[in-house]
């Protein structure tokens, strides 16, 4: 059975344990040398809140791990936005150098057109990841523990999407004359540039969902759970929610718990009639 993360154990038996999460280290700035020193002792030494730190890295070591509400509140969201921005640099100069070096020694005994065809793709990708995390680092981090219900929230489907079509043309569509072990090893990177790239969505869209906390005791509904709860009525599901007002699923079902919460109201047919007798929406609407 694994050990409990927690601050006071050492830092070598956190890595010994978790050794998926040497890349969560490089991207914090640690060096080794731990000795016995505790994950307090590093984390202090390095100026950063331990606590946030192993949220990161249970973000990263344990799959059906999410962190709650509470736990975004307590942690220092300064230190997960420059681990995410820090994440950003790693995939660009790193990730994303290995991935080119080994398609191109995968591609050597391939034709000039399949090479083309295989760089155009691989390019465009870079540049649209580049592109979504100039946005992220200038539109979403700045305002992240912002209290601002609203904020703008990047949209990673199409990132998702095109590792997913990488991966699925070097598995299933790849020339016959292609090197097949730079292609295992291609697959390899791609498939930890995917894993990665999820819980850096995870991790993000945690700390967002930390902008909609609001005080227990207002039960007054914001004007954007007024939008999500109009939308619920009208049999809309969380995606397409999501969809229409472009903010995470996650984002929507936070907002939605917290119009239970203030309403006392769980099911849609009684969240229906709240929104027609509060005005919210017209009668002919849901006929």
Same mark, same amino acid.
């Given at each position: ?22 890349? %969560? ?52 969201? =300064? ?28 591609? %050597? ?30 539109? %979403? ?15 990673? =489907? ?47 869209? =945690? ?44 984002? %929507? ?31 002919? =609407?849901?006929?």
């Amino acid at each position: 059975m694994a050990t409990e993360l927690n601050p006071s154990m050492k830092m070598t038996e956190l890595l010994d344990e978790n050794p998926s999460l040497l890349g %969560v280290f490089t991207r914090m700035g640690f060096t080794f040398g731990y000795g016995d020193a505790s994950v307090a002792d590093v984390c202090k030494g390095a100026g950063i809140d331990p606590d946030t730190f192993l949220l990161i890295c249970r973000v990263y070591s344990q799959d059906s791990y999410r962190p709650s509400a509470y736990e975004i509140e307590k942690a220092d969201l =300064s230190v997960i936005v420059k681990y995410l921005s820090l994440s950003h640099t790693h995939y660009m100069d790193v990730a994303m150098k290995d991935l080119a070096a080994g398609l191109g020694r995968m591609i %050597v005994p391939c034709g000039d057109d399949t090479q083309r065809v295989i760089w155009k793709f691989f390019t465009d990708f870079k540049e649209e990841l580049q592109k979504h995390f100039n946005y992220e680092e200038e539109c %979403v981090f700045p305002n992240i523990g912002s209290r601002v219900a609203d904020i703008p929230e990047g949209d990673h =489907s199409g990132v998702e999407e095109t590792i997913e079509d990488l991966k699925s043309l070097v598995m299933n569509h790849l020339p016959a004359e292609a090197d097949q072990q730079e292609a295992y090893k291609v697959l390899s990177g791609i498939n930890f540039l995917q894993d990665d790239i999820r819980k850096h969505i995870l991790l993000e869209e =945690s700390a967002l969902e930390g902008n909609v906390a609001d005080d227990p005791e207002d039960n007054s509904l914001s004007a954007r759970e007024k939008e999500i709860l109009v939308c619920v009525a009208k049999g809309m599901m969380n995606k397409e929610i999501a969809d229409r007002l472009s903010i995470s699923i996650h984002t %929507v079902i936070t907002h939605r718990k917290n119009i239970t919460r203030k309403t006392g109201i769980k099911t849609v047919a009684g969240l229906t009639v709240y929104a027609l007798l509060n005005k919210l929406l017209d009668v002919k =609407s849901v006929e």
